[in-house]
């Protein structure tokens, strides 16, 4: 089982530079997520997906899109990349109904912006 | 506005120290509070997921409690392999977010 995979694992970007950090997962999840860890700051939300067709803006949505492209693919885009987003981000899924529902996580994006 | 708070923020015990991390919410609708354990330059690993006020999980050294108003994660006779840093999350009610403390950093000393 592949779980939530993301990439890449590891990106250096210049200032002003975009990319798209991408998320697949592979166990039917309804909900999807995106969020960034920087030292000391815990998991802060950047956009949640409830369901396919979807997304909501969490706690630090500036500077970010998501496009929840289908059930199984929920991407993050930098449009113009900040040296405030380096961080590393990590992406999430999970499904609700269950009786131990949880949050799968991926392996993370570590992103540097020079 | 949704908002988990845990403490301390850091923790140092000795090896076989039991002692007990706090995390507080305050929330519009609590449908689950998960519990996670992270080691450096690792994802978060899931714990627990508590439900209702009562509710307890236990997992090894580990006991996590639920309230109205906050969950302890309880440590009995830690050893050094149970430093890491502790997080926890509301995941809420209706429309699926989920929010995520700041995390307590403990260290258990030999």
């Known amino acids: 089982n592949a779980g939530v995979t993301q990439t890449p694992k590891f990106q250096v970007l210049k200032t002003g530079q975009s990319m798209t950090l991408q998320c697949a997962q592979d166990m039917n999840h309804n909900s999807m997520y995106w969020y960034r860890q920087d030292p000391g700051m815990g998991l802060r939300l950047i956009y949640y997906s409830a369901s396919e067709g979807t997304t909501d803006k969490g706690e630090v949505p500036n500077g970010y899109n998501v496009s929840r492209l289908n059930k199984r693919e929920f991407s993050l885009r930098l449009e113009s990349a900040a040296p405030s987003q380096t961080s590393v981000y990590f992406c999430?899924?999970?499904?609700?109904?269950?009786?131990?529902?949880?949050?799968?996580f991926g392996s993370g994006t570590q992103l540097s912006v020079l | 506005e949704d908002q988990v708070t845990q403490s301390p923020e850091a923790l140092r015990l000795q090896e076989g120290e039991s002692s007990s991390l706090n995390c507080s919410y305050t929330v519009s609708g609590l449908r689950g509070l998960f519990w996670y354990r992270q080691d450096p330059g690792k994802g978060p690993e899931f714990l627990f997921t508590?439900?209702?006020a009562g509710e307890e999980k236990e997992k090894e050294r580990l006991k996590a409690t639920l309230t109205k108003k906050e969950s302890f994660l309880h440590i009995t006779a830690p050893k050094p392999e149970d430093s890491a840093t502790y997080l926890c999350a509301a995941y809420l009610r209706g429309y699926q977010k989920v929010t995520f403390g700041t995390g307590t950093k403990l260290q258990v000393i030999p």
């Open positions: 508590l439900y209702s």
């Open positions: 999430a899924s999970t499904s609700t109904g269950s009786t131990n529902e949880k949050l799968f």
